[in-house]
């Protein structure tokens, strides 16, 4: 008998730590991770696909908006876009921001690991030149040549083409609505040194599938301070690159958090009336809807892209 309560009391001990480790996956399951600010990770990942190099919306995006020019991308996630327009046009500084730590930490490692396959890549081109150089040596006139050449690619080392990424691109975290919070809010030193990287004007500003997440999480108040942001920080001429979501993307992600459920029952500002807004009642003095040029979106991410002019 006494053996007999021995063996249950042992199989009771041996179940518990199997009830437990099921308990916490159960729970791990319901505590689903979500991204209230829209700052999902690998973003880039399902929204471009597989197999393409590069986001369709810059096939869209016309050089002279960027090259030479100084640039801010509100909410850029990992920095994938942001490399990218500094790549193919050649800006003279583009600075991402993001609210999420995490991410900006991702598209600095990201932009580090750019450089150094660059830097791989520029090193092994020297060495090329560099023996061409001494084979050329032996003749006179290749040699000439060669200088001539040499002559020509130094008188463009200033240009933005001939600059190195981390000299263009940066990036910082930032609540771009709140901006006297990132003042007070204690944040890594690293943080704090880079402060001197914002310019106080820009020539462009993008704004690509953002526009929802800061009207869920601040409501109308917060879109309107976006604009508002957006104007003041753009230099006369300036160029706003804007793409909404459309009212279907709020209803699907309104109830990521109370904040967003609450604020999507009160706002009064929709899609459809944020043209008329940022012409009529911020100043825009007139827009470019460059829509119709997209082609290649992944389904649910064929969006208006809009262009306005300061």
């Known amino acids: ?34 991204f209230p600010y829209g700052n999902y990770k690998a973003y880039y990942g399902y929204r471009i696909g597989q197999g393409i190099d590069e986001d369709p919306r810059l096939k869209v995006f016309k050089k002279e908006w960027f090259e030479g020019k100084d640039c801010l991308d509100i909410g850029c996630n990992s920095g994938v876009v942001t490399v990218q327009i500094a790549k193919k046009f050649h800006c003279r500084s583009i600075l991402g921001i993001d609210i999420d730590y995490n991410l900006i930490q991702d598209a600095k490692w990201r932009l580090k690991q750019i450089m150094r396959k660059e830097s791989a890549g520029e090193n092994s081109t020297s060495a090329c030149k560099s023996e061409v150089a001494t084979q ?21 080392d200033c240009s933005p083409s001939n600059k190195k990424l981390s000299d263009i691109v940066f990036f910082q975290t930032e609540d771009f609505i709140h901006p006297e919070i990132n003042e007070r809010k204690e944040r890594p030193r690293s943080f704090l040194q880079n402060r001197c990287i914002a310019k106080k004007h820009y020539d462009t500003i993008l704004c690509l599938s953002v ?17 508002s942001r957006v104007w003041e920080l753009l230099h006369p001429g300036g160029i706003f690159v804007f793409e909404p979501q459309p009212w279907r993307s709020y209803e ?59």
């Open 136 to 156: 050329t040596n032996c003749s006179e006139s290749s040699e000439n040549a060669y200088s001539s050449e040499g002559t020509n690619e130094g008188t463009s």
């Open 211 to 227: 526009a929802k997440w800061i009207h869920l999480n601040w409501g109308d108040d917060g879109l309107i301070t976006l604009f």
């Open 252 to 310: 699907s992600n309104r109830l990521v958090s109370e904040t967003t459920a609450r604020n999507c029952r009160d706002i009064k500002f929709r899609p459809d009336d944020f043209m008329e807004i940022l012409l009529d009642k911020i100043g825009f003095r007139k827009v470019d809807d460059i829509t119709s040029a997209l082609s290649g979106s992944k389904t649910g991410f064929n969006r208006p892209i809009f262009v306005f002019h300061k």
């Open 1 to 34: 008998m006494g053996e007999k309560k021995k063996n249950k009391s042992n199989s009771k001990v041996e179940e518990e730590p199997q009830q437990q480790e099921q308990q916490l996956s159960a729970n791990k399951r319901k505590r689903k991770e979500v």
